[in-house]
């Protein structure tokens, strides 16, 4: 079965850079969730989108931006990248029922290391 | 606001002993509970999840989890562990909306040949 697609897998920046994470859910799923998971941490929630529309926000620093597009892929921006955003960055899609018994798919996550 | 706890931060086993992971979370209303693994650099994988019904749920790879209200827990068993279910395991809540998962610190099991 078709699962979430990220890339890139991994990605090396220098401090001050800028980053660009892209995400494409599982056919048919029009919901998804980015996460950020730190070095020996549990992940955490950055944003959500329904329907091309944000549906939630978490701990997303302003620095970061996301949106989902047509075709339901979504891309997260990360600008002015500092040491602290060397993390895994987790993509889940979910299917389009907007349920909360809707259960989230996750991608193999991008490793970002910054430099 | 939600929680989820994991009290044991690792574990270890030995091939063929049972196991149980323990979870406990913190919610307003009825939870929905997930466990996911997650091995070596890889992404999240689902194990099972609850929504209601029998508290008893059981998931893929063997294992199973039970849901407890009284104690507010909904821990993760296996009763014979195998060398390849050494991995990471979060047990997780989701919102009241459905997009946001909240996961507990984890839990690093080894298991010992």
Redesign the interface.
């Known amino acids: 079965a078709a699962g ?1 697609i990220q890339s890139p897998r991994h990605l090396i920046k220098e401090k001050r850079e800028t980053a660009t994470l892209k995400c494409y859910p599982i056919p048919r799923h029009d ?1 998804v ?1 980015w ?1 950020q998971q730190g070095p020996g ?5 950055l944003i ?1 989108f ?1 329907e091309k529309m944000q ?2 926000k ?1 701990s997303i620093p302003d620095r970061f931006s996301a949106q989902q597009f047509s075709d339901y892929h979504s891309e997260l921006n990360m600008s002015s990248l500092e040491l602290g955003d060397s993390a895994l960055y ?1 993509c ?1 899609s979910s299917s389009p029922s ?12 991008t ?1 970002l290391t910054v430099l | 606001a939600q929680s989820v706890t994991q009290p044991d931060i690792h574990i270890t086993v030995s091939e063929g002993a049972s196991l149980e992971l323990r979870c406990n979370y913190s919610y307003g209303a009825t939870p929905y509970l997930f466990w996911y693994v997650q091995s070596p650099g890889q992404g999240l994988q689902l194990l099972l999840k609850y929504f209601s019904g029998d508290t008893l749920v059981q998931g893929i790879k063997g294992f199973e989890a039970e849901f407890k209200r009284s104690q507010s827990s909904f821990n993760l068993r296996k009763p014979s562990v195998h060398w390849s279910d050494a991995a990471e395991y979060f047990c997780a809540v989701v919102n009241n909306a459905g997009n946001m998962l909240t996961f507990g610190g984890g839990t690093r099991l080894m298991v010992k040949p």
């Open positions: 979430v919901t969730y996460y941490q549990d992940p955490q929630f959500s329904y549906s939630d978490g987790f889940a907007g349920r909360r018994t809707d259960t989230q798919y996750f991608g193999p996550g490793r």
